[in-house]
């Protein structure tokens, strides 16, 4: 089974400034999806981010941006001009994109609980 | 779209009782899963619908886990004779069909605490 690997509990940052999550993962697998979900303490979560492993180029989405880089299985979340808002439980989660007995399913990370200073 | 909602939000029960949530996924989402989340873990795989077919069990889907979804709308969780270590919050996402099929969108859960 796919494993992810989030090595960082907690992180925190001042407002306005930036913060870099990790996660790696581990899969023989060649095609997957890998997101980036918060989930503030309302505890619905939230998509943050989405990368398709087939295509090079890092997923952005406004403030929130991905360094994946696949041979090494990392996929790091990076957060610029971060606010008080960003305050939440981030996770990282693995998708197969191959047909098979567990198409559908993600397999998440324990997450990293990030603070926001003012 | 409405979002993916679940019903009821909290639910105490005492040890034995047997329980029912449900989950109403996102109108034309044609896929649905159930996660169990507990305190300081990531969501884990229970099992997933497409359309009224159920796909995929995990194995933490014991014998007193069942799940429905007989109109291919929305979902039923079932747990019965509940134990103390059933207590976390159950989650519900749906998807999709086409390109964005991989994404899944997640309701606000379901809290139930076993006492």
């Known amino acids: 089974a796919q494993t992810v690997t989030q090595s960082q509990p907690e992180m925190s940052v001042q407002e306005a400034e930036t913060v870099t999550l990790s996660c790696t993962y581990d899969t023989s697998e060649s095609d997957y999806y890998l997101f980036w979900y918060k989930q503030p303490p309302s505890r619905q979560m939230i998509l943050v981010i989405r990368q398709e492993a087939y295509k090079q180029q890092n997923a952005t989405e406004n403030r929130f941006s991905v360094n994946f880089q696949k041979a090494a299985k990392s996929f790091s979340l990076k957060i610029s001009d971060s606010q008080l808002g960003d305050a939440a439980m981030y996770f990282c989660?693995?998708?197969?994109?191959?047909?098979?007995?567990?198409?559908?399913?993600?397999?998440f990370g324990r997450g990293t609980q990030l603070t926001v200073w003012p | 779209d409405t979002g993916v909602s679940q019903d009821p939000r909290h639910k105490i029960t005492k040890r034995g009782q047997n329980v029912t949530f449900r989950c109403d996924p996102i109108s034309e989402h044609n896929r649905l899963y159930w996660y169990r989340q507990t305190l300081g873990q990531g969501p884990e795989f229970l099992t997933y619908?497409?359309?009224?077919?159920?796909?995929?069990k995990s194995r933490l889907l014991s014998d007193r886990f069942s799940a429905e979804r007989p109109k291919g709308s929305f979902s039923t969780l079932e747990i019965q004779r509940t134990e103390q270590g059933d207590s976390a919050m159950y989650l519900c996402?749906?998807?999709?069909?086409?390109?964005?099929?991989?994404?899944?969108?997640f309701g606000p859960g379901t809290r139930l605490t076993v006492l």
């Open positions: 619908f497409q359309n009224e077919a159920q796909l995929e």
């Open positions: 996402a749906s998807s999709p069909q086409g390109a964005r099929a991989d994404t899944q969108y």
């Open positions: 989660a693995y998708r197969s994109a191959n047909r098979g007995s567990t198409l559908g399913r993600l397999y």
